[in-house]
């Protein structure tokens, strides 16, 4: 008599399916029905996945819109000139802006060197890069080298007053 190849299977989540275990070898079908049966069934696990994702999306959208607003606040604290660019562009190159001057304060001011009249300076440098792609473009870059990447900015970074230049 040949062992059995087609297996009824009760999932965990108490659903029944019929399963083809002929591509198993004949000694090993019989643990691999029993572990089966420990699972849930092919749909409910992709039904949880799904939730599971939909779940991430949402926390990662809230998370998004707190730091949007964080940063839209701080923004207007401190005087921060809108940022020029597609609309995706700008809402990320604000929050980029902020955590790069938020890093590099406590970096050169609070733990640094760095002045308040000093960092005043910077700020007002800062002020003038409205690109947000510039500020997408420093996202990774080091809170010290910040003074530098400001210098290092071109015309294109900064708002011209002839719009047809």
Known sequence: MAVKKIWKITHS???EAERD???RPADRRAGYAEWLAKQECT???RASKEGDEQDKAAWLEAKRAEEQAESEAWSEQ???PPLEGTERA???G???RHQILSAAYTAL???GETSVAEWEGIEDAARTITRAG???DQRASEPGDLTELLEAATERDRPVENPHF
């Open 13 to 15: 989540c108490g659903h």
């Open 21 to 23: 275990l002929s591509g």
């Open 43 to 45: 749909d409910c696990w």
């Open 78 to 80: 401190y005087r921060m």
């Open 90 to 92: 700008v809402a990320w």
């Open 94 to 96: 604000v929050r980029c």
């Open 109 to 111: 001011v609070l733990e």
């Open 134 to 136: 510039w500020w997408i």
